[in-house]
């Protein structure tokens, strides 16, 4: 297998400070790139539908934990709920259809340890089950097939594949490379070969960047008797986000940089895509409370930790997702923690702002944009979810 290394060349774009925190960083941008400036223009997102216990009769399901969401080939809604081990089926009117797959390990069902979809060419549904290293595929004419899923050395966890323009699937996991002391985010392409999915010759390895930082909890009471250890991500530390490229090869960026970095299937960084205008914010009173109501939920009243690690700023973006056509969607950061709708900028690659919306999607769970239609998890004050569909007339 040829390990493909990421290559960049150099170009410095200076950025400005917020009010009161400090500057970003000087960023190089070596590669052709082009930048997102202005103000964006606000989009209007039409509800067409939700799905949940809370969204009324017609659309009652109970979800669990909605793990990963996709649209059909004729706009029908698939939710995969990892706690029931079901596909939800919804058509394209918000009504639920039909379920696929219930917890087993016989041909058709599914783990608790269930990842993602994919829709392939053939309109089939690819379930990734990580537990059962194996891929359920539900097809069209109502057969199911499985494909295990073939590991190498020093592979360990995926996350469910992606479909590509030219109809190739690739597939993000965690490798461990040599000389490495452990496991990083790679993309490799899948190869369907007699009942398993192995990988192709070509692997490209996502760059780390700077480690994020973790909150290490050595023993905190969950106040039921329960004792419970662990680390936690620190609130507002920056983070690596990097995605499969629908157009080939993936996508890459920090959220403490301004910028979207461009691979292609040999490893090459061919574009970037940079915002202007943006700046880290200040974190707050409010930052730090919600911070402590976090860890507080997580690992009990016990928990103890340094607030004092907590940063003095934020960064301006949180995740981005690239659509089925590759436009680029940016969660940016609330500036107000306990906001439950979350604004997101669209870019296109060649750096025109197409918009921004405001959608009740934290970026934390799955969302998916199928032309003008986007379907992600609504979380409510209670933490129950509901699948909703939204449609954008202005990307038709």
Known sequence: MALHPLRVL???????????????????????????????????????????SLSGDSGA?????????AFGQDSTLFVLDSQTSLVHVVSADGLP?????????????????????????????????????RYTVFQRDGDVRTLNRDFRAGWTAFWGARRLEDGSIWEPLNVMFPGDD???????????????????????????????????????????????????PIPFTPATVDRVDPKGGFAAGRSSEPAIFFRDSEGDTTH??????????????????????????????????????????????????????????????????NSRTYRWEIWSRDGELLGAVQLPFDGVQPIRVSGALVAGVSVGALGEQTAVVYELPALR
């Not at 041909?107 to 053939?122: R, V």
């Open 97 to 133: 259809i039909d379920t696929l797959g219930g917890r087993g390990a016989g041909p058709g069902e599914l783990s608790d340890g269930t990842t993602g979809l994919l829709i392939d060419n053939a309109g089939d549904l690819w379930v990734a089950d990580r537990s059962y290293r």
């Open 272 to 337: 970037a895509v940079v915002r202007s205008g943006w700046e880290f914010l200040t974190v707050g009173g409010r930052d730090r409370s919600w911070a402590e109501r976090q860890l507080e939920e997580r690992f009990g009243p016990g928990a103890r930790v340094d607030l004092s690690r907590l940063p003095d700023v934020k960064p301006p973006w949180r995740t981005f997702y690239l659509d089925d056509v590759g436009r680029v969607w940016v969660m940016l950061t609330p500036t107000d923690p």
């Open 182 to 232: 452990e496991a990083t985010r790679a993309f490799v392409r899948l190869d369907e070969r007699g009942g398993s999915v192995v990988a192709a010759d070509t692997i490209l390895r996502a760059s780390r960047g700077e480690e994020r930082q973790y909150w290490q909890v050595g023993f905190a009471s969950t106040g039921n008797g329960i004792s419970v250890g662990g680390q936690w």
């Open 61 to 69: 399901i109970p979800f669990g934990y909605i793990r990963s969401i």
């Open 10 to 52: 150099p170009v410095v774009l200076a950025l400005a400070s917020c009010d009161g925190g400090a500057a970003l960083p000087p960023l190089e941008v070596s590669v052709p790139h082009s930048v997102v400036g202005g103000e964006a223009r606000e989009l209007q997102a039409k509800e067409l539908f939700r799905v949940g």
